[in-house]
């Protein structure tokens, strides 16, 4: 028997072969085609001051880090107009730890799709607190840097899509791209836009605390389509609209102008579609049950998570979850159709070889 299971365990196709098939292919590659760059989702990016010299996000010191001179919170008028601090944009999120996508993107791109970095594979370095509008602007500046008289291709990972598709549709970039291929995109949005602002999301010794991130227009952007994504105890739909402040009453008070202009992005990006000249792939995970609703116990407290549901709360589990990666349900991230479908997690997704393999060929076009 012992004998029977080596041979069945030699003869498997393991990440790692898949791995050195992708590498043996790249050498026969030429030139990529057109320039492709990174877009990934929140929190990849680096956040740098360049007064304190020192990273305020995105570096394994500042998980340990608890003040800074100037943290990540926006600043907002009186009217609840959202401002800019000095903070600065720079570098990905490394190779190791939990937000290490636009690092396996352009590793994959590199090592299995003949891509030279900076040559012909670029990383797109934003403020994920800012609105995709801002951010699709600094999109088009990177594009036409690198994109000499011809096209680009973007490559996103989740909220990254966002950025690309308000760059596409709105910020005139149709006609400078030509493969816009999409990881596990929040096309509808997605319940963890709402967990953040509710439940502080921590790392180490950092903490996303409510204070900030109502600040950061683009989480607001991210809400689920439906603002009435609320249920309660009973399963059934609670009549309160997340899109408007009046919605968010008894649970934690919120800028309303962020909203509205959260809201008027979104109902943009669905009046506008994908402009005809550019070739649209995604790329989505379904094996992770994924929160679409999020129920509100009567004590105010909610559950996102199915090990967080109470045994006479089972019973809700197909109100509340879809089969997805564990952070975007699969009805958002495949809204328009014709996703590719993997079995893979949300950050999994991005180091995956199928995956990848999967970038390489739409790019270069192979039958």
Not at 28 to 50: C, E, N
Not at 127 to 151: C, F, M, P
Not at 297 to 320: M, N, P
Request: proline share 6%.
């Amino acid at each position: 028997m012992a004998a029977v299971a080596a041979i069945i365990s030699l003869s498997c196709t393991t990440d790692a072969t898949r791995r050195g098939y992708l590498r043996t292919i790249a050498t026969t590659y030429d030139t990529p085609p057109r320039p492709a760059i990174i877009v990934p989702g929140f929190g990849v990016t680096r956040l740098f001051d360049p007064v304190a010299h020192r990273y305020v996000w995105g570096t394994g010191r500042a998980t340990f880090q608890t003040k800074y001179e100037d943290d990540l919170d926006l600043p907002v008028d009186a009217a609840g107009n959202i401002g800019h601090d000095r903070l600065v944009p720079q570098g990905y999120v490394g190779s190791r730890g939990p937000v290490n996508i636009g690092w396996q993107l352009m590793e994959g791109l590199r090592k299995f799709g003949g891509y030279t970095p900076d040559r012909d594979v670029f990383p797109f370095y934003y403020d994920w607190r800012l609105s995709a509008r801002e951010n699709a602007t600094k999109l088009d500046e990177v594009v036409d840097r690198i994109r000499g008289q011809g096209k680009v291709d973007i490559v996103t990972h989740s909220a990254g899509a966002i950025v690309a598709l308000t760059y596409l549709k709105l910020g005139g970039g149709a006609s400078k791209v030509d493969h816009l291929i999409m990881i596990a995109p929040t096309q509808q949005g997605v319940v963890d836009a709402f967990r953040v602002v509710v439940r502080p999301e921590r790392f180490i010794r950092r903490v996303f605390t409510a204070e900030m991130v109502e600040t950061w227009p683009f989480v607001a952007e991210l809400m689920p389509e439906d603002g009435r994504f609320l249920v309660d105890e009973n399963g059934g739909t609670i009549d309160r609209d997340l899109w408007t402040a009046e919605g968010w009453k008894g649970i934690r008070p919120v800028i309303p102008r962020q909203l509205a202009r959260a809201r008027m992005l979104r109902n943009a990006l669905n009046e506008h579609p994908i402009p005809s000249g550019v070739q649209v792939s995604v790329i989505a995970g379904d094996c992770v049950a994924t929160a679409r609703r999020v129920l509100m116990r009567r004590d105010g407290s909610f559950v996102f998570y199915q090990s967080e549901l109470l045994a006479d709360e089972k019973k809700l589990t197909k109100v509340l979850f879809d089969a997805g990666d564990g952070t975007v349900p699969i009805s958002s991230a495949n809204a328009a159709g014709n996703a590719m479908i993997v079995c893979d997690g949300h950050q999994g997704i991005a180091a995956d070889p199928t995956v990848h393999r999967t970038i390489i060929r739409t790019l270069r076009q192979q039958p």
